[in-house]
């Protein structure tokens, strides 16, 4: 087994941070890949629920966008993206990989 950082980064489907958040990570940063889920509802610091149902489908869902590697890596991933992401939307923690 060998070490790893999974980092998880939420944000919202809507706006600017998701485009360019992946966009960075294709292109900018090597990574084994990125996984980005969509929620079906949540809520964030304002309390204001978004939520999808069969008549709307809402463009202003949570998204989650996961990705891991080396813990030195991760750091310096995080480093680089660090002005690009809203304060507190982040985080990560050590993991095993199974080889």
Known sequence: MSKARLVRIYLMEAGDHLHALLEKLR?????RGVTVFRGIAGFGDSGKLHAASLVDLSLELPVV???????QRVEQILAHLADDLPAGHVISWDVELND
């Not at 292109?27 to 990574?31: A, F, P, Y």
């Not at 966008?65 to 813990?71: A, G, L, S």
């Open 27 to 31: 292109s900018q940063e090597t990574l």
């Open 65 to 71: 966008v996961e990705f891991f590697d080396t813990p």
